[in-house]
RNA sequence: UCCUCCUUAGCUCAGUUGGUUAGAGCACCUGACUGUUAAUCAGGGGGUCGAAGGUUCAAGUCCUUCAGGGGGAGCCA
């Protein structure tokens, strides 16, 4: 007997299949009735709702003493009208197999709601949640969209390695990577380990970022992106860290500043408008159980603008504000790395938009970052260079930073010269900075977090909790 | 890593200035109910109060240390 998807028999007209013999299998949500009725809600994981399977107890009696919330059941009888009036469509069942219990005295998981707390100590089962269902559905549509977006566009899905010898990404601590015994490395004469002998002949690490082999690909193929994991072994407690998440890194040849800011924007509406096109019942269940405002937030971002906001204007708005008597823990002034608090001023409470912020003094961002020509007397002022570099940090309500980009430095001595000036390890990137050597050319690119992107997209306010099996600080069960 | 809060039944939580036998809802078991919608109603079982010390006639409650977790901060995506 055919089986149908739980989201078939509810999304699709299935008046043709009324009164046929049909079959459904999936896990029991609940089980409610009386001695002359039971019904059954059942989810097979395709969509959010449940089908309701309506029993005889007399008939089914040992089944149904065998079914509790979380058992796996396969389901064979008649589609037909619903007598109750919360769903269209029912199973009436003719005949019920049982695949595998969950004892109800040692199953976690109960019809009730559980805490995000709670639920991240048994990783393995919260999947089967209503909330984790749609978290999961909605993570697997915004991969879809970012593929979809970049592909209609002319990009190439170009795959970065995970394993590193560069220790110059500059974005944080590493994961070492080593087949050596660690109770027991080969060491040099003078103490120190002989990476030599390792796998690779060299030291290795975890990647923490794709972008520099990203843009081997740009100045290759022209438009590439790359979508991954990336390890940062930073000893980060926050709900909006990972020591495990995914990337995305789109690099552009011949892109300029207003095209960067303008993909990034495109980007982001478009996978939001994704999710209101593709996933409304799991943005409905989170609306509902989870953040009030959330799909009205997703539409608002889809129909609104994103500020450009240069940074010395940014610290301006800032400097009013404290003019004003607004209190933040840390002071402001040309020069600083805006704090989380500053990033939230400017877009909670003065644009309430999303900013798209720019032009950064060159101290505080990376040394790949295209050097503008301007000098900011402000800057000057506050005893700094007053060079402003072109990188860009999309802020978002609530989440903060999303998006971190910027226009590279194909300039060969001045990428050198920043590179001495911050002392980088560069003996092993003589790869890189071939790219300027040898036709280089004006290039520019992105990173999304994957993860920042779900808790804008889902409302959800832990980052542990939109990707299946969080890496973070002591933490590695699942 | 820093600051701060929390840890009581399987889950979510009450528990007063330290004072009899630590409570409720859900879950579970038994029963009732002619179609339920996180069903409802009645009854029942279920606790080393995170761990280890300490103060006190007396500690779930006060103190110390440790562990786990949340929130905020830093680092960043």
């Given amino acids: 007997m055919k089986r ?29 009735g009386n001695k002359n009725v039971a019904f059954l809600a059942v989810n097979d994981g395709s969509i959010i709702h449940n089908i309701q399977v309506v029993a005889d107890p007399q008939k089914f009696e040992e089944e149904l003493k065998r079914i509790t919330t979380g058992a796996c059941i396969g389901v064979e009888g008649t589609l037909v009208e619903s007598q109750g009036s919360g769903q269209a469509v029912e199973v009436q069942a003719e005949k019920i197999v049982v695949y595998g219990e969950a004892d109800p005295n040692t199953y976690p998981l109960q019809k009730k709601g559980h805490s995000m707390e709670f639920l991240r100590e048994i990783g393995h089962l919260r999947l089967r949640t209503n909330t984790f269902g749609a978290v999961m559905r909605l993570r697997h549509n915004m991969a879809m969209a970012i593929h979809t977006f970049f592909h209609e566009r002319g990009f190439f899905y170009f795959h970065t390695p995970l394993i590193t010898a560069s220790d110059c990404e500059g974005a944080g601590e590493m994961f070492h990577v080593s087949t050596l015994d660690p109770e027991n490395p080969p060491r040099k004469e003078d103490g120190t380990i002989d990476w030599e002998q390792d796998f690779f002949g060299k030291f290795t690490a975890l990647t923490v970022s794709g972008q520099l082999e990203g843009e081997l690909g740009a100045t ?63 943005l409905e269940f989170l609306n509902k159980m989870i953040d009030n405002g959330l799909i009205e937030r997703l539409k ?25 008597g607004h209190k933040f823990e840390f002071p402001v002034s040309w020069g600083v790395d805006l704090a989380s608090e500053h990033e939230r001023f400017l877009v909670e409470e003065h644009f309430k938009k999303p900013v798209i912020m720019i032009d950064y003094p060159k101290e505080i961002k990376a040394f790949y970052m295209k050097l503008n020509d301007h000098v900011e007397e402000e800057g000057k002022r506050q005893g700094f260079s007053g060079l402003t570099v072109q990188g860009t940090d999309v802020l978002f309500p609530q989440i903060g930073e999303i998006i971190g980009g910027s226009v590279r430095e194909e300039n060969y001595d001045k990428l050198m010269g920043r590179i001495t000036e911050l002392n980088i390890p560069m003996k092993d990137m003589w790869w890189y900075l071939d790219t300027r050597r040898y036709g280089s050319c004006p290039h520019a690119g992105f990173g999304l977090g994957f993860e920042r992107l779900l808790l804008f997209v889902t409302g959800m306010a832990n980052i542990r909790d939109v990707i299946p099996f969080p890496r973070t600080p002591k933490t590695a069960e699942f």
């Fill in 220 to 282: 290759s193929l022209g438009k590439i992106y790359t979508f991954g994991p990336t390890f940062r072994a930073e000893n980060s407690n926050t709900p909006r860290h990972l020591a495990e998440f995914w990337m995305i890194e789109p690099e552009m040849a011949f892109y300029q500043m207003d095209e960067l800011t303008a993909l990034e924007e495109e980007f982001i509406k478009y996978c939001v408008r994704w999710a209101l096109d593709h996933c409304m019942d799991d």
């Fill in 300 to 324: 608002s971002v889809v129909d609104t603008e994103f500020v450009r906001l240069p940074y010395t204007e940014g610290i301006k708005i800032l400097e009013e504000a404290v003019a004003k």
């Fill in 4 to 32: 149908y998807e739980i989201k078939y028999l509810l999304k699709e007209d299935v008046s043709a299949l009324i009164g046929t013999q049909i079959c459904v299998k999936g896990w029991v949500r609940t089980k409610r």
